[in-house]
C-alpha cells in the first residue's frame, strides 16, 4: 500500500506536536493503518525560526502553491491558525482533491458550512476533531458513537484559560487580572487573552459542537456571548455558600421553538460533574434521548494533547484507503496475575482495648514491606476499631501482612478491605 503522504501547514504548538507523535509512533500508526504515514511538507512564515523539534530542514517551506500542486501529497493538515490565508488554502487545498484535517475552530465557525459542502462535493475527507475539547474525542462520539440519539443539550467548559481563572478565583478568592497574569505566566493564556476571557474561543468551539449534535447549522452572529470580565471573587464566594460553582459554559439546546446557543458565567450546583472539572481542564457534558447523561473529560489544549486528535484525523483517512483490520491487537504483551499487581488499601480492623496493640499491628505490617500511609484510632471499648490506610503495595505483600495480622491475639475481626486508587 502506498504511504499516506502528508502536508502541515504550521509548525507551532500543535504543528510539533504532530510532527512528534507521527515520528515516535510511525511503526504502530503504520501497522493499525496499513500503510505508513509519511510527512513531505511543512508550511510556515520563517525558516529560520528555532523549533521545538528537530525538523530536517528540507521539509520547510514558505511557499502553499507548491504544496498544494504537488500530486505526491494526499493530506493537508492545517495546524497554521487563523481565518485568512487558512480558508483560502483549503479551498484550493480541497480542489487540487487533497484531504483536510483541521484544528481551527474560528476558521470551521466562520467558513465551515462552505469549506465542508466543498468537501462534500470533491468527495474528500474533511476532519475537525481537535477543533473543540483538544484531547478529548467528543467529535466523534457525537457524529458516530451517539449517531442513534437525540441530543436534546450540549454543555461544556471547553476553554481551558477561562477555567483556569475561575479555579484561581474561587480558591485562592484573588481577582481576576491576578489570575489572568498567572495563567499567562504559566503558558495558559496568550498575551492578548480576549478571545478566551470575552468567550468567542468557546463561541467558536460550541457552534461546530451544536451543529453536529443538533444536525442543523449555527449561526455565529445568533450565538450569545458574554465572558467572564465581569466576575468577582464576592459572587464566587457567596454562590459557595449557596452551594453553587461558577464555570464559563457554553450551553446549546435543541427546543420545541428552536436551537438556543450561549456561553456566558453560569452557576451550576456542586453536585453537578461540571462544578468539579477545574484548573484547564475541559469538560463536555451531553444529554441523549437514548444514552441518557454522559461527560467527556479530559485536556482541552497543549500540544500533544491536541495532536493526539489531529493524528486520529489522520488515521481515520489512512484506514479509510489502507488495508482493513478488525483486529486492533499488534502485540501479545504479558497478562499480570493479580498477585503481582500493585494497589493501596484501605483496611478496618476491630481489635482489643490494649496498650500495644497498634504497634503490634505495625509491626506485622512491616514485615510484609506494607507501609502505612495513615492510621485512625478513635473512641474506647471493646472491641475498638482501627482504620489504616496503606501507601502502594504488592497484593502478594499485602495478603501475606493479613495473615499475620488476622492470627494476633489483638485483633478480633478484619472488618472490611477495600482498595483505593489514587491519594487523598
Ligand atoms: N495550541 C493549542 O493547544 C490548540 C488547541 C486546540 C486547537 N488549536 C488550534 O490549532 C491551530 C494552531 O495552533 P498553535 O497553537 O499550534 O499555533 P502556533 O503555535 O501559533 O503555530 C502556528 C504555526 O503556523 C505557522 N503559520 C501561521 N500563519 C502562517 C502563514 N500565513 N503562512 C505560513 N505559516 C504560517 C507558523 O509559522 P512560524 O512558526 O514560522 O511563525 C507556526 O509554525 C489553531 O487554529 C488553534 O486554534 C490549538
Do not use: W
Not at 502536508?7 to 510532527?19: D, F, H, K, N
Not at 447523561?293 to 483517512?317: H, K
Amino acid at each position: 500500500m502506498k504511504p499516506l503522504r502528508i502536508a502541515l501547514l504550521g509548525m507551532g504548538t500543535v504543528g510539533s506536536g504532530v510532527y512528534q507523535i507521527i515520528t515516535k509512533h510511525g511503526r504502530e500508526l503504520a501497522q493499525r493503518a496499513g500503510r505508513t504515514l509519511e510527512i513531505r511538507q511543512i508550511l510556515v512564515r520563517d525558516l529560520a525560526k528555532p523549533r521545538p523539534v528537530d525538523i530536517p530542514s528540507h521539509l520547510l517551506t514558505t511557499d502553499f502553491s507548491q504544496i498544494v500542486a504537488d500530486p505526491d501529497i494526499d493530506v493537508i493538515v492545517e495546524v497554521m491558525g487563523g481565518v485568512a490565508p487558512a480558508a483560502e488554502y483549503l479551498r484550493s487545498s480541497i480542489l487540487a482533491g487533497k484531504h483536510i484535517v483541521t484544528a481551527n475552530k474560528e476558521l470551521l465557525a466562520k467558513h465551515g458550512q462552505e469549506l465542508l459542502s466543498l468537501a462534500d462535493e470533491q468527495k474528500v475527507h474533511f476532519h475537525f476533531e481537535a477543533s473543540v475539547g483538544g484531547g478529548i474525542p467528543v467529535i466523534k462520539a457525537l457524529k458516530e458513537s451517539l449517531v442513534a440519539n437525540q441530543v436534546s443539550k450540549v454543555m461544556g467548559i471547553i476553554n481551558g484559560t477561562t477555567n483556569y481563572i475561575l479555579t484561581k478565583m474561587a480558591s485562592e478568592g484573588t481577582h481576576l487580572e491576578t489570575a489572568l497574569t498567572e495563567a499567562q505566566t504559566k503558558g495558559y493564556a496568550e498575551a492578548d487573552p480576549s478571545s478566551d476571557v470575552d468567550g468567542y474561543d468557546a463561541a467558536y468551539k460550541l457552534l461546530i459542537l451544536g451543529s453536529i449534535a443538533f444536525g442543523s447549522r449555527l449561526d455565529l452572529s445568533k450565538v450569545y456571548v458574554e465572558g467572564i470580565r465581569k466576575v468577582t471573587p464576592i459572587d464566587l464566594e457567596y454562590g459557595h455558600q449557596l452551594g453553587y460553582t461558577l464555570k464559563l459554559l457554553a450551553i446549546a439546546k435543541d427546543t420545541p421553538d428552536g436551537i438556543e446557543a450561549r456561553v456566558h458565567p453560569t452557576f451550576i450546583p456542586n453536585q453537578h460533574p461540571l462544578a468539579a472539572v477545574s484548573d484547564v481542564f475541559n469538560a463536555i457534558y451531553i444529554e441523549g434521548d437514548a444514552v441518557g447523561e454522559l461527560m467527556f473529560y479530559g485536556r482541552g489544549a497543549g500540544d500533544m494533547p491536541t495532536a493526539s486528535a489531529v493524528c486520529s484525523d489522520i488515521m481515520d483517512i489512512a484506514r479509510d484507503s489502507g488495508a482493513k483490520k478488525a483486529c486492533s491487537c499488534l502485540y501479545t504483551k504479558n497478562q499480570l496475575a493479580m498477585g503481582s499487581t500493585v494497589s493501596r488499601y484501605y483496611i478496618r480492623i476491630s481489635v482489643l482495648d490494649n496498650p500495644g496493640v497498634l504497634a503490634q499491628i505495625a509491626t506485622a505490617f512491616g514485615r510484609s514491606r506494607v507501609s502505612l500511609h495513615s492510621v485512625i484510632q478513635q473512641g474506647r471499648g471493646e472491641p475498638v476499631p482501627l482504620v489504616f490506610v496503606t501507601h502502594e503495595v504488592s497484593e502478594a505483600d499485602f495478603t501475606q501482612a493479613m495473615d499475620e495480622i488476622r492470627a494476633l491475639e489483638c485483633v478480633f475481626e478484619v472488618d472490611n478491605i477495600i482498595r483505593v486508587e489514587g491519594e487523598a
